[in-house]
């Protein structure tokens, strides 16, 4: 398994960037990476994707390392809203479509 | 357009009672998972449906977990008898299906299922 090591917590000011890290040292050269989050209450939620390329939507940007063994996540302007536990993902296709979760990151955005 | 379903959204039974988790993807998605997060544990892989035939169910905890999903449509997740380490929460999903791949990354959750057994 391509494992990921994640923070367990940060915070963040409304209205500020949230950047989040992963470490995925050993993922494999076909694997994306996936970012989800899980809002209290709620079931996770799909937020982006990369292989090697920075991407953004209009939910968060990724940037992935040239080496891929890390990436970020960003929030450009976190809201109140967005506080939540974060999860990167790492090993997908290789493991045959089943997500994978670690203990993710529980961001804080704060007023 | 509905998204997924799950029923119900709170159970609370005893050990030793049988307990039906019910699962209705969102129309059109021929895969469906089954994931649950214990008390202080990570989200964890059940199971694995592709239209009504179990494509993995590796992740299935022991043989008192029983999953079914009836003319690929619905699924439901039963447990017979009830332990006090299964309570938690169970989260269903679906996702389309892409070809050359035949899943798609991007999986729809539920709000999932808390079951108590006491």
């Known amino acids: 398994d391509a494992k990921t090591t994640q923070p367990p917590s940060m915070d963040c000011a409304e209205g500020r960037a949230a950047n989040l890290p992963c470490n995925h040292s050993t993922i494999s050269g076909n694997e994306y990476v996936y970012w989800y989050r899980q809002i209290h209450s709620q079931g996770p939620q799909y937020i982006i994707h990369?292989?090697?390329n920075n991407e953004t939507n209009e939910m968060a940007s990724l940037i992935i390392t040239e080496d891929r063994k890390s990436s970020t996540l960003i929030l450009p302007h976190a809201t109140l809203r967005d506080t939540a536990v974060y999860y990167c993902i790492a090993d997908f296709y290789n493991q045959g479509g089943k997500l994978i979760f670690g203990q993710g990151t529980e961001l804080s955005v704060k007023p | 357009e509905a998204g997924v379903t799950q029923f119900p959204s709170h159970s609370v039974i005893e050990k030793g009672q049988t307990v039906t988790l019910r699962c209705d993807p969102i129309?059109?998605?021929?895969?469906l998972y089954w994931y649950r997060r214990v008390m202080g544990k990570e989200i964890k892989f059940l199971l694995h449906f592709v239209k009504e035939s179990k494509q993995d169910e590796s992740g299935m905890p022991n043989n008192r977990f029983l999953a079914e999903r009836t003319g690929g449509t619905y699924s439901t997740l039963k447990v017979q008898p009830a332990e006090l380490e299964d309570s938690g929460v169970y989260f269903c999903?679906?996702?389309?299906?892409?070809?050359?791949?035949?899943?798609?990354?991007?999986?729809?959750f539920g709000p999932g299922t808390r079951l108590t057994v006491t």
């Open positions: 999903a679906s996702s389309q299906e892409i070809l050359g791949a035949g899943y798609s990354y991007e999986q729809y």
């Open positions: 129309s059109g998605h021929d895969n």
């Open positions: 990369g292989l090697k």
